[in-house]
């Protein structure tokens, strides 16, 4: 099956500073999602991108589907964007099934 | 839309006892899957639903566990003779068919096996 692989695992930021995280993937893909997980467990969806580049407030991300690699930028960061991300990726052709990666996970102090 | 709803959040059960879930999806999404997550980990694929057909099943997906759909709409998933290695944040997400296939998960339920 798919490989999902993320780095990296853990990033301790100070408030105020940006990060990038990384989603390697090891075959095409048609679906590519990324996600904040609170505390309490709940997924957030943050983009939906199995290709290109999109932006909403401070987050942005860039899917090159070619190189099979994803970005995710969190710019200006604050206390409320600590948790893990996780990015997640569906093969298509008739598979919905996402594949997580093993997380980010992100402390932002203050 | 209200969102995908999980009942109930949370569930305590000793081993040996069976346990159901509950997952409501966004209306009008027609398809319907299930995840496991164990702590430290990332959720892991149980099955998938598009409407009332159970479309693909995990090999994590036992014996012990059977999932429906009866009707196209809300979706089941039931443990039979629970272990403690069924502890884990069962999580339901939904998609639409068509161009996005966007899924959107759950709160999840917590299932603890003493």
């Known amino acids: 099956g798919i490989q999902v692989e993320q780095s990296p695992p853990d990033l301790i930021l100070q408030e105020g500073a940006n990060s990038t995280l990384r989603c390697n993937f090891s075959?095409?893909?048609?679906?590519l999602q990324w996600f904040h997980q609170n505390p309490w467990g709940q997924l957030i969806n943050l983009f939906y991108?199995?290709?290109g580049t999109k932006q909403n407030g401070r987050l942005s991300a860039t899917t090159v589907a070619t190189e099979r690699y994803s970005l995710l930028y969190i710019s200006s960061s604050q206390t409320t964007d600590s948790g893990v991300y996780f990015c997640a990726v569906a093969p298509g052709a008739g598979s919905y099934q996402l594949t997580f990666g093993k997380g980010t996970k992100l402390s932002v102090i203050p | 839309d209200t969102g995908v709803s999980q009942d109930p959040r949370h569930k305590i059960t000793k081993r040996g006892q069976n346990v159901t879930f509950r997952c409501d999806p966004i209306s009008e999404h027609n398809r319907l899957y299930w995840y496991r997550q164990t702590l430290g980990q990332g959720p892991e694929f149980l099955t998938y639903f598009q409407n009332e057909a159970q479309l693909e099943k995990s090999r994590l997906l036992s014996d012990r566990f059977s999932a429906e759909r009866p009707k196209g709409s809300f979706s089941t998933l039931e443990i039979q003779r629970t272990e403690q290695g069924d502890s884990a944040m069962y999580l339901c997400?939904?998609?639409?068919?068509?161009?996005?296939?966007?899924?959107?998960f759950g709160p999840g339920t917590r299932l603890t096996v003493t």
């Open positions: 075959d095409s893909v048609n679906n």
């Open positions: 991108i199995p290709s």
């Open positions: 997400a939904s998609s639409q068919t068509g161009r996005s296939v966007e899924q959107y």
